[in-house]
């Protein structure tokens, strides 16, 4: 259809008659914001491309009508995300003054620091400190290692067991941190040819592990490895191999020292939320808002970094499921709202999320940047991935984050003839989490996983058009009895539940919601204290900043999870706590 590809046409007087003459949820509307949303001609909403700006701007014209307010600059609020890592200008490294080639004998790491280190090698075996009832491995057990480089295999012992008892212990970012511990300056991967026979180097891609971890750390390639041990006899072959058969630690310092100098950017690009605001009309409660939410960024071309399902291929990810058709949802509903805006006692605040897939970063940023009073958002209702309906299954992420809400939907859904099933807790992987942390009752819509998540096969035909008509014709009910309500919702804390696998197995909780997006540089903000749990049992507070566990620091949720790995029930550790200017030291009995 031509109108979508001329964006800037659509004009006010169009808007407000579509209002007037289709008041109501219509198929036809659905299929037609999400074909346009879903077109490879937007390549895949990545934040930061012309692509999702070009979604952003369409969002935005649906949106504006009479009586509609538009918020931030003319209906956006612009942040930063880190759109890619590149290479410095000053990467450099030698070994006993030999140097090495960049990007063909070696490589930095995405989560490395920025810095140089000149400094003798100790080779660190797999770079574990394990010390429990069933399991010790102490490779850094009497070895002189402050202040230098470690050079450390990657993998563990037992590679190919599902089970692996070694498996919490064996990721690079977990093997940095137990190096730290152990007064580390900079760590050098190396790969043996069980764990990778084509023995690569690392690219500098984006994802969750790109956050620095504080020092310089480096892959090296096999061949050079090997000349450093060649005094000794031995390759990282032999090396891997019989680690792998002994079981047992086997650590020396190495003749050699590493001068290397990493430099990695972090390039930043805008992406923004679309939000307005429908003015309630009761004078008492239209200072009140109701979030009508979805985020409309996906995949891109996918590719590594990127959370596609298959890494490997680099196609256009149209994302229809994810989340167009949480996008064309609240366009309906909004559009629904605004020709029904005399009936309406609380406001409506409309708001397309940027940025979702990156770690849920531009909800996290309206809430740490709110554009309306916080404490006057009374719900949020979020949509993600409600275009798969199959039978009458609903998911409702959230029904226990307000007293009397799950009465509300059974009535509902009723109507509707839905079978729902109800998750109460008020966390969870999209934009309702950051509005639940800010004690806000939530309420997410989900029709379901299927096959086509993030690959190039989840396709705008593929959508149950009617079904999620359903879907929203509920919502809309929903919103509009809780939007009407003469007292708002009571919020209450619900969750999380423990979701653990075998290969994180914590043994332990504080019972907290960290920061998991890094916006704090001291430490690692709490965003939520779940009751009667440990945090809440030492007198935790929601925005407190963990520094420190047990003596130990911590700098982000990452370093957190280390420390929380290394503890057992049962056990009295000490947190420290920034609390406004003072800190704060409490005793958490685990």
Not at 91 to 116: C, H, I, K, M, T
Request: proline share 5%; net charge negative; with cysteine.
């Amino acid at each position: 259809m031509k109108r979508f590809f001329h964006l800037g046409i659509i004009a006010l007087s169009v808007m407000i008659s579509a209002c007037s003459q289709h008041p109501e949820l219509t198929v036809d509307e659905l299929e037609a914001h999400l074909e346009f949303l879903a077109s490879d001609a937007l390549k895949g909403r990545l934040p930061g491309t012309l692509e999702d700006q070009r979604a952003a701007q369409y969002i935005k014209e649906e949106i504006t009508a009479r009586n509609v307010e538009l918020l931030g600059q003319d209906g956006f609020q612009t942040f930063e995300i880190v759109s890619s890592i590149e290479s410095g200008e000053s990467n450099s490294a030698n070994l006993n003054g030999e140097p090495l080639v960049f990007n063909q004998d070696y490589a930095p790491y995405s989560f490395s620091e920025n810095g140089s280190l000149t400094a003798p090698i100790v080779f660190a075996g797999y770079g574990f400190h394990i010390n429990t009832d069933s399991l010790t491995w102490l490779d850094y057990d009497n070895l002189d290692v402050a202040g230098k480089w470690v050079l450390i295999l990657r993998g563990d012992p037992e590679l190919n067991e599902p089970n692996s008892h070694f498996a919490p212990y064996s990721t690079l970012r977990k093997k940095v941190f137990v190096a730290k511990d152990f007064g580390v300056a900079g760590v050098i991967f190396v790969s043996g040819g069980i764990f990778d026979d084509k023995d690569e180097l690392p690219e500098l891609i984006i994802n969750d592990s790109h956050i620095s971890v504080g020092i310089p750390v480096i892959h090296l390639k096999k061949h050079k490895a090997d000349r450093l041990l060649a005094a000794k006899n031995i390759t990282v072959d032999s090396l891997e191999t019989w680690l792998n058969s002994e079981q047992r630690p086997r650590s020396f310092p190495l003749e050699t020292t590493c001068d290397a100098t990493v430099s990695i950017q972090k390039v930043k690009k805008p992406t923004q939320n679309v939000l307005a605001v429908l003015p309630g009309s009761d004078p008492a409660l239209k200072d009140e808002y109701i979030v009508l939410g979805a985020h409309y960024d996906h995949l891109g071309l996918g590719g590594p970094g990127t959370s596609s399902r298959r890494p490997d291929t680099l196609a256009i990810h149209n994302g229809a499921d994810d989340n167009a058709s949480g996008i064309t949802a609240i366009l309906e509903i909004f559009e629904k709202f605004v020709a029904e805006h005399k009936n309406l006692r609380r406001s409506i605040l409309f708001i397309a999320f940027g940025a979702e897939e990156m770690g849920t970063l531009g909800s996290r940023y309206f809430v740490e940047h709110p554009l309306v009073d916080l404490a006057q958002i009374k719900f949020m209702f979020n949509f993600d991935m409600v275009g798969r309906l199959e039978s009458n299954a609903l998911t409702l992420y959230g029904t226990g984050t307000a007293i009397g809400l799950e009465d509300i939907l059974k009535t509902y859904a009723k109507r509707y003839g839905f079978e729902l099933t109800m998750s109460p807790e008020g966390l969870g992987p999209s934009d309702h989490a950051p509005f639940y942390a800010a004690d806000i009752p939530v309420l997410m819509f989900f029709t379901g996983l299927h096959d086509d998540y993030h690959t190039p096969d989840d396709d705008a035909y593929k959508i149950n058009y009617q079904g999620e008509k359903r879907v929203a014709d509920f919502a809309y009910d929903v919103i509009f009895d809780i939007a009407n309500q003469d007292k708002s919702l009571v919020f209450q804390e619900a969750g999380p539940k423990e979701r653990y696998t075998s290969r994180r197995p914590f043994k332990v909780t504080l019972g907290i919601m960290p920061d998991v997006a890094g916006a704090e540089k001291r430490g690692l903000r709490v965003d939520a204290v779940m009751p009667d749990r440990p945090a809440q049992r030492a007198g935790m507070q929601k925005g407190d900043i963990i520094v420190a566990m047990d003596g130990k620091p911590v700098k982000d949720v990452y370093e957190y999870m280390h420390r929380l790995s290394n503890f057992q029930v049962g056990q009295r550790i000490s947190v420290e706590v920034l609390r406004g200017d003072d800190k704060v030291i409490l005793i958490v009995e685990l």
